[in-house]
Nanobody, 122 residues
């Protein structure tokens, strides 16, 4: 079982910044990919950014140059630094991780956080 605790959401004016954190705990060998998704009202959940264990990153086009994903493997924590925020970034942001579980044989499984609200006012 992997538990994820997200923090850092809030209300910010357009052009402002926020930093989201996602800390993983529980029973696992290691965390592989860590990612941030978001879901706005009436829209499908979309992948915003992801980072591999080795640090390779990817971003959806709408946040490139504004958002930066990073991670601390020693703390099993991912971060999403969001800058130049726009009203269209308003959504519930979810952390997702792919962990290798201590089963036999070991298997990879996804886990989701509870979500943290980001609201950007114009």
């Amino acid at each position: 079982q992997v538990q994820l605790v997200e923090s850092g959401g809030g209300l910010v004016q357009a052009g402002g910044s926020l930093r989201l954190s996602c800390a993983a705990s529980g029973s696992f060998f290691w965390i592989n990919v860590m990612g941030w998704y978001r879901q706005a009202p009436g829209k499908q959940r979309e992948l915003v950014a992801s980072i591999s264990r080795s640090g390779n990153t990817s971003y959806t086009d709408s946040v490139k140059g504004r958002f930066t994903i990073s991670r601390d493997n020693a703390k099993n924590t991912a971060y999403l630094q969001m800058s130049s925020l726009k009203p269209e970034d308003t959504a519930l942001y979810y952390c997702n991780v792919q962990a290798t579980l201590p089963t036999w044989p070991p298997r990879n499984a996804p886990s989701w956080g509870q979500g943290t609200q980001v609201t950007v006012s114009s």
